[in-house]
C-alpha cells in the first residue's frame, strides 16, 4: 500500500480523490506515518479490518479499485468482487492480477508509483476509459462465476 500512497502524492488533483486503505497488519503504522509525513492525512482514510458488509458498503461508494501489489501467480477474490460490482481496476502487470481481471484493469509497471500514478490520472480523467473497464470486469467477473467454472469443470471430467 506504501506504492498507492507514494502514487497519490504525485497526484496534481488530489481534491478529486480519496482513497480508503482497509485491514490490519504489521506495516500499518508506517503507512500512517508516511500517510502523515507526506501530508496526506485529509484524502487517505485508515478504518482498520472490515467486516465484509462494510467492505462492500466501501466497494460500493469507490469509483476505482486499486489492487497495488501482489504476488505475480496469485489472483484475488476481493479483485473478482470489485469488478463484479462494476469497479474499473487498476492492478500490478504482467502476472495473474492482470490475467485474472481481464479486460477490466488498467494494468501498471510493477512497483513502480510513478507508472500507478500515472495510471491513476488517466483513469480519474476519462469517464469513458472507467466506463469501457467497468464494463470488461463485469463481463469478466461473469465468466468466472463458479456456477459456469463447475460445469465447465465437470465437462473437462466427464471421462468415457
Do not use: H
Not at 63 to 88: C, D, H, N, Q, R
Amino acid at each position: 500500500f506504501a506504492l498507492v500512497i507514494q502514487a497519490f502524492n504525485l497526484l496534481k488533483n488530489k481534491d478529486k480523490y480519496q482513497v480508503i486503505i482497509g485491514g490490519t497488519g504489521s506495516d500499518e503504522e508506517r503507512l500512517r506515518q508516511m500517510t502523515k509525513d507526506l501530508k496526506l492525512e485529509k484524502y487517505i482514510y485508515f478504518p482498520g479490518w472490515l467486516e465484509k458488509e462494510k467492505m462492500y458498503e466501501n466497494l460500493g461508494r469507490a469509483s476505482v479499485f486499486i489492487f497495488p501489489k501482489w504476488w505475480a501467480e496469485y489472483g484475488s477474490v476481493v479483485l473478482t468482487e470489485a469488478m463484479s460490482m462494476g469497479l474499473p481496476c487498476i492492478v500490478p502487470a504482467g502476472g495473474a492480477l492482470e490475467w485474472l481481471s481481464g479486460r477490466g484493469s488498467l494494468p501498471f509497471e510493477p512497483d513502480s508509483y510513478k507508472d500507478l500514478a500515472k495510471k491513476i490520472e488517466e483513469l480519474g480523467g476519462s469517464s469513458d476509459l472507467r466506463i469501457k473497464l467497468a464494463l470488461g470486469g463485469l463481463k469478466r467477473a461473469e465468466e468466472l462465476d463458479y456456477k459456469k467454472l463447475v460445469i465447465k469443470l465437470e465437462k473437462a471430467m466427464i471421462f468415457v
